[in-house]
């Protein structure tokens, strides 16, 4: 017996350069258990756009396996060409993005440089994205966080450890 369809392809990962910024376009497929395809694109680790589409219509074709993986290529190679287009070029990528080894200027403080407002209306899979980082709404405690949030940081992982061993760190 034929083993069963349950991803086209693990996924699409590509990094291109544009406009002096590295683009890191990522595209998954969730599977037929959750049939969508998501397609994000990164710039310095923060996500700037994402695109889901299902494809719950699609389950019952005989070639599924090959829809899927066209679909995928299609999103992925449209994320690509906006890119390239310049559809992202006036967006600012939230300025918590550095290079690795890179330390945060201490102007910056604990609440980050918030991304700045857009000239233009933003695509619908930039929207997208930034929905999803709205904060989670508040539980029965008036939490926004399920759990951790004191140990929940804005320092990157270098600075937690510089600070650790220059004897800076918290009692």
């Not at 966080?145 to 270098?158: A, H, Y």
């Amino acid at each position: 017996m034929a083993k069963s369809f349950d991803r086209a392809v693990n996924g699409f990962n590509h990094n291109i350069s544009h406009a002096g910024r590295v683009f890191h376009v990522q595209t998954e497929d969730s599977g037929v258990n959750n049939p969508s395809i998501t397609t994000h694109l990164f710039v310095g680790g923060n996500i700037l756009a994402s695109k889901k589409t299902s494809y719950a219509e699609l389950l019952k074709a005989e070639n599924l396996q090959e829809l899927v993986r066209q679909l995928m290529e299609d999103q992925h190679k449209q994320m690509l060409r906006n890119v390239v287009s310049g559809v992202y070029d006036n967006l600012d990528s939230a300025a918590r993005a550095y290079q690795p080894g890179q330390l945060a200027p201490a102007a910056e403080g604990k609440s980050g440089t918030k991304l700045a407002p857009p000239r233009e209306p933003l695509p619908p899979e930039v929207a997208a994205a930034r929905a999803m980082s709205a904060p989670p709404p508040l539980n029965e405690l008036g939490a926004q966080t399920i759990f951790g949030e004191d140990l929940i940081s804005e320092k990157s992982l270098d600075e937690v450890i510089l600070s650790y061993l220059a004897g800076e760190h918290e009692s």
